[in-house]
């Protein structure tokens, strides 16, 4: 088992699916964190895509990559509660955002739901580079580190904490095409 730390996320195993499950704290308000999430000019810094839709339940979505070029992916808000509580599907996935007032700052729960639990760690350790950029993002300033980079760092820990069978699926050809091998 490797030195776990606790900004690293977890795998729960369900009836069909998959979560991964992460939390962050920021010493920021929840209103400040809510932007983060929310408005296209700070998702940027920190989420894969960008984020073309309402904020409303039921509301369709559509998500585009930057880098790399990858298929444009379609999804729906299912839940939208500034400045508390952001859901939606993306893609074959459900995004979960969490956002509790702790002392002068915010506890952010997120969780990834999927089926496929092969892509677990893989997933994991993208979705840990993104909160870790939304921290730095939320907090000013730009991460200190190349997005692959960070990836190639903490993938392995995930694949040691989840095992093999969550390691199946590896990065996608046009990442590999863009970044190097995994």
Do not use: N
Not at 11 to 28: K, N
Not at 35 to 52: C, V, Y
Not at 117 to 140: F, Q
């Amino acid at each position: 088992m490797p030195d776990w730390q606790p900004d690293y996320g977890t795998l729960e195993r369900g009836d069909g699916t998959v979560t991964l499950r992460f939390t962050r704290q920021l010493p920021h308000p929840p209103e400040r964190v809510w932007r983060a999430l929310t408005e296209p000019e700070h998702l940027e810094a920190w989420f894969p895509t960008t984020i073309q839709g309402e904020l409303v339940p039921g509301a369709p979505l559509a998500f585009s990559f930057a880098r790399p070029a990858l298929p444009r992916m379609t999804g729906r808000m299912l839940a939208c509660e500034p400045p508390k509580l952001l859901e939606f599907v993306w893609d074959d996935e459900t995004l979960r955002f969490e956002l509790t007032a702790h002392g002068s700052g915010t506890l952010l729960g997120f969780t990834a739901t999927f089926a496929e639990v092969g892509k677990a760690a893989r997933d994991a350790a993208g979705w840990h580079v993104c909160l870790d950029r939304l921290v730095a993002a939320a907090s000013g300033h730009a991460a200190e580190w190349a997005q692959d980079e960070r990836w190639r760092e903490v993938h392995p820990r995930y694949v040691a904490a989840f095992g093999p069978g969550a390691a199946t699926l590896g990065p996608p050809q046009e990442w590999q095409d863009e970044f190097g091998p995994a």
